[in-house]
């Protein structure tokens, strides 16, 4: 589904050296995958991310995304190829004078999607989310959840194959980040969508990736496939809080 053939990214210093951010990288993730992609900070992991979508641009190497070469590409083509390959971020992107409702049509505006169609494909997706209650919404009256549950419809309106989520529930609490995991999920089993997730969190990549590629130095440390122990069941009620902060005074007291 997702070839990178020793792709490189080198950026120009200031002091006029240059940087390897990504270093001779070569990967390849299956139709089906819930890969993951881990590391320390500074590792790279968001540059190889963003390399999958050519939103950072190769120094060398080839990318290949559905059988298409999108190194090679015309500016136009690209422009096309990205429609099926949808992407979430940390602090979710939404425009902020725009409502729920704009926000989702905008990528459907873009790739210019029927008209007429519009409007019922912005309220299935975000059925899909279980945001149809909130069109009329700005972001600044959304949580962080509802926030990101925005993102992703916004991310799924033009049906793409595959989705590249970078932190996705980093700034999210461990109650939100379940939600988040668990639409991520049902995006993989009901749509069919490959996803590659971006995480510094080792909790949220073992439960839910089959195969995993730690980074380093930007270069491919180790690749292993492992199996995804399921969503851990975060419930952090009141009461839960409250015996995380008591039970070591009393113990302390025994
Ligand atoms: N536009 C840029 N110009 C110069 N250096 C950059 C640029 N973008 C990223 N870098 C550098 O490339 C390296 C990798 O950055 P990247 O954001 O991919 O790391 P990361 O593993 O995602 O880190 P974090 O977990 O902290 O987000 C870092 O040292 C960063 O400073």
Redesign the pocket.
């Known amino acids: 589904m997702i070839s990178l053939i020793d792709v490189s990214?080198v950026?120009n210093?200031k002091d006029n050296s240059t940087?390897h951010?990504?270093d001779s990288v070569s990967l390849s993730i299956n139709r089906g995958d819930i890969y993951g992609i881990i590391?320390?900070?500074?590792?790279?992991?968001?540059?190889?991310?963003?390399l999958i979508n050519l939103l950072?641009i190769p120094s060398s190497g080839t990318v290949i995304v559905d059988g298409e070469d999108l190194t090679n590409l015309s500016k136009q083509k690209l422009r096309h190829a990205r429609q099926s390959i949808g992407m979430i971020f940390q602090h979710f992107n939404l425009v902020s004078n725009k409502t729920v409702l704009e926000n989702v049509l905008v990528p459907l505006e873009l790739a210019r999607y029927p008209k007429k169609e519009r409007l019922d494909r912005v309220r299935e997706v975000l059925r899909f989310v279980g945001l149809e209650d909130l069109m009329s919404k700005y972001p600044s009256q959304l949580s962080g959840g509802q926030k990101q549950r925005v993102a992703i419809a916004r991310a799924l309106a033009n049906k793409p194959k595959i989705l590249l989520c970078?932190?996705p529930t980093s700034a999210l609490d461990p109650n939100t980040t379940k939600e988040i995991l668990e639409v991520l999920q049902s995006i993989h089993k009901e749509l069919d969508v490959t996803i590659v997730i971006?995480s510094?969190e080792m909790d949220l990549i073992k439960s839910i990736c089959n195969r995993v590629t730690i980074?380093d130095n930007?270069q491919v440390y180790e690749t292993v496939d492992i199996k995804p122990k399921g969503i851990v069941n975060s419930d952090h009620t009141p009461d839960w809080f409250l015996t995380q902060l008591t039970e070591e005074r009393e113990s302390d007291n025994a």
């Open positions: 990214k950026y210093q940087f951010a990504i590391g320390r900070s500074g590792a790279g992991k968001s540059t190889l991310l963003r950072e970078d932190e971006v510094h980074i930007g």
